[in-house]
């Protein structure tokens, strides 16, 4: 697993919601008629095949286990934080106010559903007997309460309401976050799943092994013993799962490929079912299935990205996920009140002396009203606070306003009158990423692409999506050719792009916002654009390419600064401007496709050395002998160990030796370059003088 680029995720994804919609239909089919489909076994063996699927309706579960972690996650996945630490108190507060509600709800709608019942199947509906049944039911209901009851066999299916035990699980899985937080700071999410992975398959052999423990298989519960298998420890991989499914969803890390595949899930149900039936396979069983919904989470979340990728704006579900999204929705309410209201239909069955085919038919038709029945329960019981929830969290977040000109940051961007914009894009026979990279430049006022003798498909490129092509000599460094194509821009604010930088929908609005800066003392000249770094088409998360806080002065207003022709050098500010940095966010990265090779990389560092002692040496440095000797030790050694590179393996090795002979023999440039200056020469901007030749076509409109 490695970090990757950013996906802007909504809100709310449509196939996040699809599934919770099955799992919660997984779990009402199998309580409602799952004792029907194994009683089919003995019938008919073609019917039982074909109900098959109701009987592991409990698999519903571990897939809302695996949303679990994936939908309580996400907050701090799409955050901007690098490292993370849970905030408790309004964590438990969020997480309180989400599902307590409801649950307090669900649990008197069950013992006064339980106690009304078996008093009226007694023949004994009075108050005295309703007050009885009450009597008998708080410290029942006081378990529930302190989501104690799975700790405890008396109580952990009672209430009338078995299901409630997973939302005790859940909240211990939440005591669970912190310590996982942890591991994926210090140690990474491999190590998160190896660490959850092994207390899991410790709990569950200790327990099968020594205790005799059964699962679940697939009816009842066996005894005391059998809730130890159901205990946080015991599940907790599952739930990480669902924590790294939606850092891959945001981008933060990449998986292989493998891990959407549904064929690898069908692998993975088929490898679950098979353990079902060894006592050794209760020991992986559930982490086999919470690998199995893994992979499904991550292709159907992968499916919706490529949909609407490819849609934009006109992007729309099928009627399957629609309906299913809808169930999602009040998936939670489902879960809630369908256990009490079949074990209700249950006894009035027997009471009534109905036949097995009378049932059947009750059971149906009470788990099509009990759709219904959740979805008033959730506009009562849910809909309220989640309500509350959002509107405190937008409140929150259009508190904070900011002051261009005072600030020394950009921090919140609103939409004004925005001023034209030039991007100026410098290409030699990159025509391979042209088509990306103007693309998203589409909101720029006008493009200019300047042609340096490619023999490419560069100038089509430039045809199609350009709006005005200039051509120029073969130059080693861009900063001369960026300087010439200044002098055909239309606007003041011009954007320096490279054509191998995607510039994300994100940054748009920071960049129009940092436009709109007036013309006074202390405003921005150039801005610096977060930019993350790619080296063989993956992102570089270590050495001194991979830093986070990665920027460049890609924006600048050239009334304000002047451009240089000199290697690696940024605009020169005039007297009285600012250089502001764009607050990096975790979607605002440029995507900068550096290199494609380690050829392509030695080759531009020697092109680079060449002329660095020039840029250095109009820059006042000078040569000293610690910048041969020890500043490249120095670097290697930052590299290597506070910049990820040996964690990197080879890949960050080598870069680590690549950057410290770039220091080098930059050092040994600028010894060379300052030789040959009198001594009494003066550091003087150099003046650019424009190569002859030089030619520009304008596009028809």
């Known amino acids: 697993m490695s970090e990757t680029s950013q996906y802007t995720m909504p809100r709310r994804l449509v196939s996040i919601d699809m599934l919770r919609g099955m799992a919660a239909i997984a779990v009402l089919l199998f309580h409602g008629l799952a004792i029907y489909a194994l009683a089919l076994k003995d019938v008919h063996v073609g019917l039982y095949v074909l109900a098959y699927p109701v009987t592991i309706g409990f698999v519903g579960v571990h897939l809302f286990l695996v949303l679990s972690g994936f939908c309580i996650h996400m907050r701090m996945a799409r955050s901007d934080q690098q490292q993370f630490k849970l905030p408790w108190v309004s964590f438990w507060k969020r997480r309180f106010w989400r599902l307590y509600p409801a649950y307090l709800a669900a649990m008197i709608f069950s013992v006064g559903l339980m106690i009304v019942t078996q008093a009226w199947l007694n ?79 410790a709990w569950r052999g200790v327990c099968v092994m020594l205790w005799d423990t059964n699962p679940t298989l697939p009816l009842g519960m066996e005894g005391a013993k059998a809730f130890l298998l159901l205990q946080a420890p015991s599940r907790w991989f599952e739930w990480c799962l669902g924590a790294v499914a939606v850092e891959a969803c945001v981008g933060r890390i990449t998986l292989p490929r493998w891990s959407r595949s549904m064929k690898v899930a069908g692998l993975f149900a088929g490898l679950a079912v098979a353990c079902s039936y060894h006592p050794i396979g209760w020991i992986i069983r559930e982490a086999l299935w919470g690998m199995c919904f893994f992979t499904i989470v991550n292709g159907v979340v992968n499916r919706e990205k490529q949909l609407k990728n490819q849609t934009k704006s006109t992007y729309s579900p099928n009627t399957f996920v629609r309906i299913f999204a809808g169930l999602g929705v009040i998936s939670y309410s489902i879960y809630l009140i369908h256990g009490p209201i079949l074990h209700v239909s249950k006894l009035l069955g027997y009471n009534m002396g109905l036949s097995p085919a009378g049932h059947l038919a009750l059971r149906i038709g009470v788990i099509l009203g009990c759709v219904p029945l959740a979805y008033i329960f959730y506009r009562i019981f849910e809909k309220p606070f989640i309500d509350q929830l959002t509107s405190s969290k937008e409140q929150s977040k259009s508190v904070t306003g900011f002051n261009m000109d005072t600030l020394p940051d950009i921090t919140c961007p609103t939409p004004e009158h925005y001023p034209p914009i030039t991007a100026i894009v410098v290409s030699r026979n990159e025509g391979h990423h042209l088509k990306e990279c103007l693309t998203r430049l589409r909101f720029c006022d006008q493009i200019i692409l300047v042609d340096m003798q490619s023999t490419d498909n560069t100038r089509q490129m430039g045809e199609q999506y350009a709006d005005l092509i200039l051509d120029h000599g073969f130059s080693p460094i861009v900063e001369p050719v960026r300087v010439f194509a200044s002098k055909h821009a239309t606007s003041d604010w011009v954007l320096l792009v490279d054509p191998d930088e995607y510039y994300p929908e994100a940054l748009v609005p920071w960049i129009r916002q940092a436009t709109v800066s007036r013309d006074v003392p202390g405003a921005g000249g150039m801005f610096d654009l977060p930019m993350s770094y790619y080296f063989r088409r993956k992102l570089l998360t ?56 380690y050829t392509k990389l030695i080759k531009a560092m020697c092109r680079y050395v060449l002329h660095e002692g020039k840029g250095q040496y109009a820059q006042g440095k000078r040569f000293k002998l610690r910048s041969v000797l020890i500043e490249p030790l120095f670097q290697l050694k ?15 090795i080598s870069l680590s030796l690549i950057y410290s002979a770039y220091l080098f023999g930059s050092a040994i440039s600028l010894g060379l370059y300052q030789l040959k200056q009198p001594k009494n020469t003066q550091n003087n901007e150099l003046k650019v003088s424009e190569p002859a030749g030089e030619q520009s076509n304008r596009k028809a409109a």
Not at 127 to 136: I, K
Not at 644 to 649: E, F, M, R, S, T
Request: aromatic residues 8%.
């Open 542 to 597: 270590s050495t001194v390419w991979g830093r986070r806080t990665q920027v460049r002065p890609a924006l600048v207003n050239l009334k304000r600064c002047e451009l240089r022709p000199l290697s690696m050098r940024g605009p020169k500010l005039h007297a009285g401007y600012k250089r502001l940095p764009i607050t990096p966010t975790l979607h605002n990265h440029i995507q900068h496709y550096w290199m494609d090779t």
């Open 123 to 201: 023949n004994q509906l009075n108050p005295t007997a309703l007050l009885q049944g009450w009597s008998e039911a708080k410290w029942d209901m006081l378990a529930h309460l302190l989501m104690l009851h799975l700790l405890i066999p008396a109580f952990a299916m009672g209430l009338g309401n078995a299901s409630l035990w997973s939302l005790a699980l859940e909240e211990h899985l939440y005591l669970l976050y912190s310590p996982m937080l942890w591991i994926r700071n210090h140690l990474g999410w491999v190590n998160v799943l190896i660490v959850s992975g092994i207390v899991a398959l």
């Open 638 to 652: 930052a590299n290597l160990l506070y910049r990820n590179g040996l964690k990197d393996g080879l890949r960050g």
